[in-house]
Every structure is written in C-alpha cells, then in structure tokens.
C-alpha cells in the first residue's frame, strides 16, 4: 500500500443524513478513507441501513480495494442507534441487574446477528468501565456496575455473543471512565489514581477482556498523570497505549480512538493535531466521526509527519498491516474472524482464551435473514428480567390503588453520547397512567418548591403517587418531591430510570424499583411489577451508599 492508503485505513468518519454525501465521496476519492461510522442521525430504518451499508461498501471498495468497517455504537439501553423496527437490548446495568451474565452472552449474539445482516460489521461494544462514581454524568447505566470482576465478567460475555454474532467488539474506555464527574463530550477530565488503584477496579476489566481474546479496545480522553506525567489523554498517551496496554497488558488487537472531536481533545489538542499524535501513540484507528472534511485534513498531516519524522513509516506500514488483517478475516474474508469463540451457552473465565465453536458457529456469521420478531420477543423477556426492587417499606409494597397520580418528566438527553430522541413528552407519566388506571402530571427535570407544592396538592386527591426519577441525583428537585409526597402521607411509589442512584436516600415509606432506561418498554415492564404481574426480580449492580 502507498503511505495515502496506509493513513486512509487507519481513519475512521461518518457523514451528516441518511445518504451519503458529497464530502464523504470525496474524502474516500481522494483521502482513501476506509471505514466509517453510523449515528442515529444516519438511520430511519433496517432497510435503508442495509442498503446504505451497502452503497458504503461499494464505494470503499472501488476506491481503496478492499472493504470498510462500518461501525455503530450500539450497546443497548440508552446508547442505541437502531431504529424503532430494530430490535434494542437492554443495557449493560441493565442486563447486570438480571444476575445472569448468560445474558450478557444473548444481548451480544441478538446484536451481532441483527448488526451482521443489516451490513454493520463493528460495534463500539461493550463498556469495561466501572461505575465507580455515582456523579458520573456519562458512563452510569452503560456499565456492569461497580465491581471490578463483575463488570469484566459481563463485558467479555458481551463480546463473546457479538463475535459469534458475527461483528467485531470493542471493550472501551480503556483505561476507565468510571470515576469521572465530568464528560469528556464536553470537558478534559482527570483520574488521578496511582497504577495501584487503577489495577484494583479500572484496568480489571481490560486485562479480562485481553485474556479472553477481544479484538479490539477503544481508549479514552481522561488525564490519567500518576501513569501519563506529560499533559496527555490516554488517547494520545504512547506510555498508556503502547507501553501499558500493547506492552505490559500483551494485547495485540485493534486499538481504536474514541471521537477526536469531542472537547476533551478539540478543545485542548485540536482534532488534527491530536489525530497525529494518538497515531503515534499506538492507535491503529482513529475517529473522527462527524466533521467529515476533517478526516481529510488529518489524512494530510498525518502525511506530512511521516515525510518529517514525527510518524515513524515502518510504525505507520505495522498499523495499516493490523488493521487489513482484520478486514481479510472480517469484511473482506466469507468468515468472519473469531472462529475461537464458544457455542452458545458456554460460558468464559477470567483469563481463559475463547475455544473454537466451529463451522456451524462460522456460517452463522454469514448475512442470512434475521427474525427480528422473535429477537423483540427475546430482548423483552431480558429487559423484564431486569427490573430491581431496591426498597420495600416495613408494610410492605405500596398498592396505587384505583386512581394513581402518575408523575414525570419528558424524555431527554443527558448526554451527548445517548440517543436523540424525538419524542420529548412525559412518557413515563403517560403510559404508568395508561396501564395503571390513573391521571398523568408533569413534572420538570428539576423541579422549584411552586411545582412541587402544587404536585403534591394535586397528588393528595389520587390513591398514590407514582413516580418516575431521570437522574434525579443530579437532579435535586426530582427527590425533594419525593420526599415532599411522603411527608405528605401520600404513599409513593418511586421508578429509577436510568442508573438507580436516584433512589437513595428516599423515605422508608416509598417502595423503589429500579429500571434502568427511559423508554416505552422499560415503563411498561416496571409497570407490570409495580400491578404484581410480574416479579421485580433484578439485583442492583451498584452500591447506592
């Protein structure tokens, strides 16, 4: 390959809108750009996400000669970017909360499959990190949870399904996002642990997910300085990427960037520069996912650091080598990569390598039709499983009664990494009222002392109130409520919908159940639980302390 195609395998870009654009068949012309990324923005529905994936392969093909990785950050739960007549599995707390990591290994094989025949053939999936930081205002509901081996042993369960599902996996954010209370969508933040700590809770994960044979891990933009004393990310960091993770950690996958646009690097490094310099680090491919021009730009400095010296040539040749590996096995090869990985049902211990699963396993990978209905009906019975009661008062649960007052918020984005949804209505309050028999009320995301006051005088003339938390920990208003209800001698019955700290702290009087996303199927199934249709059996996967 030229020095251009090199670079162009090592990038990774997405377009704005459902067809590809003009930009993007340029930077592919002219930049050889390789392989791309999808967003929800990108997708209106299966068949037109098979056929795009389609036009994308075609296209990279006549101007590069060989295929792309199309990738998609599809975990489940709030980070979803399929669309309504595709089917999305719960979350990684979510499937936590069942107890069951075989359900890690079912979540991963429903995507891989549904994933593989739609022509995406990389997921951004699953998230290592562990939930160690209540405050975390990005990472929360997408991790196992808080305890090191738990989390890894689910991650890798994830993985496994994926590549039996037949798309490649990504363990991310190495090495943490964990304990964070800021976003790196938005801000720089900092982990200032020593290796110690870190190799008692962030990097146990990571070293499970590279014993077991993960293809790939995605980095993170965190100042981590007891292991990086120069002001640099992990993304841009040689001691973390090659050091750490390639020479001490053994692994020999795909190291792949999180966004480079993202403020934690934008703002600080510059997406260019700092897509020169995670080259130099080790990352094999680096992302910049929405400013499709930009890929062109860093395709052209990356050049110029190699003809100056500030990119090794023999590194560059090395990095661009691994990466057609992986599409010769993947995307370019009739089976995919992986024919290591287990059955269906085995299970994989920290620290033994995946065994074959043979040819059956392998023809599974092929494009074939997928049962999406009974794939739906699959990951409904998952997400019912994971409905958690977190507090049952001394008298036992809360009966709403004939005439519930069923309270939320709209549905929003608290993140820039969740998905943009376009329904902004009181969902919660709206379909508790519809399935339990009451009267639907609106509350803010943070609501004042007035509406407060005027919701709990409302809810004094109901049989109870029902009550649905979005982030009600950051949220301070949302328990206040609570709270205020209770007092008031109105029984409550209160319903987490993301991560589950939004329930500590609560009055013993109020019956808490944890669910674990804001969507449609999630209310009903905490609904089902709260009318005793259905046991709230999940088991929380964090520490509300």
Not at 203 to 210: D, H, T, Y
Request: aromatic residues 4%; proline residues 4%.
């Amino acid at each position: 390959m030229t020095l251009k195609e090199q670079i162009g395998q090592r990038l990774m870009t997405g377009f704005h809108g459902t067809e590809l654009t003009d930009d993007y068949r340029r930077v592919v012309r002219e930049h050889k750009i390789a392989n791309v990324i999808l967003f929800r923005e990108n997708i209106e529905s299966c068949a037109q996400l098979r056929r795009i994936c389609g036009e994308i392969q075609k296209l990279v093909r006549e101007e590069t000669g060989h295929g792309a990785l199309i990738a998609i950050d599809q975990e489940g739960g709030i980070v979803s970017r399929l669309p309504a007549d595709g089917v999305n599995v719960p979350g990684a707390m979510a499937i936590a909360a069942t107890g069951d990591p075989a359900n890690a290994y079912k979540a991963g094989l429903l995507t891989g499959r549904q994933l593989r025949a739609l022509g995406v053939n990389f997921d951004f999936a699953p998230v290592a990190d562990v939930n160690t930081s209540a405050a975390n205002p990005v990472i929360g509901a997408r991790s196992y949870g808080d305890d090191p081996a738990e989390a890894g042993r689910y991650a890798c369960e994830m993985a496994r399904g994926l590549e039996d599902g037949g798309v490649l996996s990504a363990a991310k954010h190495f090495p943490g996002h964990g304990d964070t209370d800021v976003d790196s969508h938005l801000a720089l933040p900092k982990v200032d642990k020593s290796r110690e700590e870190l190799e008692k809770a962030e990097l146990v994960p990571f070293r499970m997910a590279v014993a077991a044979g993960i293809p790939a891990i995605m980095t993170t933009h965190i100042l981590f300085p007891q292991i990086e004393p120069e002001y640099l990310p992990a993304t841009m960091s040689r001691r973390i990427l090659t050091g750490l993770l390639r020479g001490e950690m053994g692994f020999d996958g795909l190291i792949v960037s999180d966004c480079m646009e993202m403020l934690a690097i934008k703002n600080h490094f510059g997406t260019v520069n700092g897509t020169v310099t995670a080259m130099g680090a080790g990352v094999d491919v680096v992302l910049i996912s929405h400013d499709t021009l930009l890929g062109g730009e860093a395709a052209e400095a990356a050049a110029q650091a190699v003809a100056d010296g500030r990119l090794d040539a023999a590194e560059m040749e090395r990095s661009a080598a691994r990466v057609m590996e992986y599409k010769k096995k993947w995307v370019d090869g009739k089976k995919a990569w992986g024919d290591q990985m287990p059955a269906a049902g085995e299970g994989t211990q920290a620290g033994q390598k995946m065994p074959k699963s043979g040819e059956e396993a392998a023809q599974d990978r092929e494009p074939a039709a997928f049962d999406f209905a009974a794939a739906r009906a699959e990951s409904l019975a998952m997400l019912q499983k994971t409905i958690t009661e977190v507090h049952r008062p001394a008298d036992g649960t809360v009966d709403y009664g004939k005439t519930p007052l069923c309270i939320g918020c709209r549905s929003y984005r608290s993140s820039l990494v969740g998905n943009v949804d376009g329904d902004r209505s009181n969902l919660f309050g709206a379909v508790m009222a519809e399935l339990l028999g009451g009267e639907a009320a609106d509350m803010t995301v943070d609501p004042d002392e007035e509406r407060i006051a005027a919701l709990v005088k409302q809810a004094k003339g109901h049989t109870a109130a029902v009550i649905g938390l979005c982030e009600g920990h950051r949220h301070p208003g949302q328990q206040k409520l609570v709270r205020a209800l209770a007092e008031a001698g109105v029984p409550v019955i209160a319903v987490s919908l993301r991560a589950p700290y939004d329930l500590a702290g609560l009055p013993d009087t109020v019956w808490s159940l944890a669910a674990f996303e804001y969507s449609e199927d999630s209310v009903r199934a905490a609904a089902k639980c709260i009318k005793k249709e259905a046991a709230a059996s999940g088991r929380l996967p964090v520490k509300l302390s």
